[in-house]
């Protein structure tokens, strides 16, 4: 189990599946991972505090909760999560987590970030020697069940996204990063991501997913989500979905959290790439 130490009460247990969901391989997938399960745990505030380095943790007023779709991710990049993927993995059914990017709603292109942070260790992470950078408490345990829903962890991920946001959120690393996962196992189980794990391998209409993301949460609430597409073979291919969500974050309801989100780059129709197309 994650370890239940959140800033917030997240109140999540296993996601409950529609019955009628008959995604082959989904009880592979799911058998031994960890998911998040965060009832009864303590609330916690967490102080933001000045820092000598980059802005002040804590001034922000939204998160950006990044989701990747790795199939797609790998067939334009070949790092460890990578060369490690294969079909029965969580990852390679659902949106894996990128990040949950503390954000300021004026600043369009997420340059809040590295609050605290040693310009050396910045230089770290945008050079992208992630592995390279410093420990910062995450403990194993954390790292261990992350490693299902952020598969990144493979390529030192989890040091870029605390450097570069969790510093940012005044959570320690674990209820950061146990956030981001439990919020990635909830979306898992949403109508949006029930149809983007029944689509794998084929080409999809925009409409179509944005419709399934509306049968849950109203008419009109596409305008919540972003859809982020890439080239890949000269088509476009999912790449990333993000949702902007309210502070402080309400556990997993995200009908309590979704804000507008910035229009995505997708076209009318896209594929889902599935694991090992490239």
């Given at each position: 189990m994650l370890h239940q130490t959140l800033v917030l009460v997240l109140g999540l247990a296993?996601?409950?599946?529609?019955?009628?969901?008959?995604?082959?391989?989904?009880?592979?997938?799911m058998a031994g991972a960890a998911v998040p399960s965060l009832a009864n745990v303590a609330v916690r505030e967490a102080a933001s505090t000045p820092s000598d380095f980059g802005p002040r943790p804590g001034n922000f007023d939204s998160?950006?909760?990044?989701l990747s779709w790795l199939p797609g991710f790998c067939s334009l990049h070949h790092t460890s999560e990578c060369s490690s993927l294969t079909s029965a993995q969580f990852s390679a059914n659902n949106l894996s987590l990128h990040g949950l990017w503390p954000d300021q709603s004026a600043d369009n292109q997420h340059n809040y970030g590295y609050c605290g942070v040693d310009p050396k260790v910045r230089q770290m992470g945008e050079n992208h020697a992630w592995c390279q950078m410093p420990s910062f408490g995450l403990s194993a345990g954390a790292l261990n069940d992350l490693s299902t829903y952020m598969p990144g962890t493979a390529s030192c991920l989890q040091n870029h996204e605390?450097?570069?946001?969790?510093?940012?959120?005044?959570?320690?690393?674990?209820?950061?990063?146990?956030?981001?996962?439990a919020l990635t196992a909830k979306?898992?189980?949403?109508?949006?991501?029930?149809?983007?794990?029944?689509?794998?391998?084929?080409?999809?209409?925009?409409n179509d997913l944005l419709s399934?993301?509306?049968?849950?949460?109203?008419?009109?609430?596409?305008?919540?989500?972003?859809?982020q597409c890439a080239k890949v073979g000269g088509n476009s291919a999912?790449?990333?979905?993000?949702?902007?969500?309210?502070t402080p974050l309400q556990g997993t309801d995200f009908a309590k959290m979704l804000r507008p989100s910035p229009g995505g780059n997708c076209p009318a129709s896209f594929t889902i790439p599935a694991a090992g197309s490239h």
């Open positions: 296993a996601p409950a599946l529609a019955a009628d969901w008959d995604v082959s391989g989904w009880k592979n997938q998160y950006v909760l990044a605390w450097y570069r946001h969790g510093s940012c959120s005044a959570m320690t690393p674990d209820d950061y990063f146990t956030a981001g996962a979306f898992a189980a949403t109508s949006a991501g029930r149809f983007v794990s029944a689509h794998v391998g084929q080409t999809v209409q925009a399934a993301f509306e049968s849950q949460f109203g008419a009109g609430s596409r305008k919540y989500v972003s859809l999912l790449a990333e979905v993000r949702l902007v969500l309210a």
